[in-house]
Nanobody, 123 residues
Framework: QVRLVESGGGLVQAGGSLRLSCAAS????????VGWFRQAPGKEREFLAF????????YYDDSVKGRFTISKLNAKNTVDLQMNSLKPEDTAVYYC????????????????WGQGTQVTVSS
């Protein structure tokens, strides 16, 4: 069984930055992709980015391309999401998830999810 834990959320002013981290216990990310999603109140879960653990390939939603960067730390078995130039509309609960290659922007293609971490961007 895979357990994912997100960390790094918090309150930040518009224009600021946060770095989220997703750690796995129970297994490594090897052979899988790790995605980041977010969900704001009253809205559907939204895809942000994924990274292939073995191949290192990255894919971003256009809405965050250039502001968010996904990266993996092999030694720590974590996947980070660096978020810059944050806007109030980035306020949401952020989730990481593990899925199979070749990766997808659809939540139903991911098998394991973390509990989420709250990001609040004030104006």
């Amino acid at each position: 069984q895979v357990r994912l834990v997100e960390s790094g959320g918090g309150l930040v002013q518009a224009g600021g930055s946060l770095r989220l981290s997703c750690a796995a216990s129970g297994r490594t990310f090897s052979g899988h992709v790790v995605g980041w999603f977010r969900q704001a109140p009253g809205k559907e879960r939204e895809f942000l980015a994924f990274i292939g653990w073995s191949r290192g390939n990255e894919y971003y939603d256009d809405s965050v391309k250039g502001r968010f960067t996904i990266s993996k730390l092999n030694a720590k078995n974590t996947v980070d999401l660096q978020m810059n130039s944050l806007k109030p509309e980035d306020t949401a609960v952020y989730y990481c998830a593990v899925g199979l290659y070749p990766g997808s922007r659809w939540p139903e293609r991911y098998n394991y999810w973390g509990q989420g971490t709250q990001v609040t961007v004030s104006s």
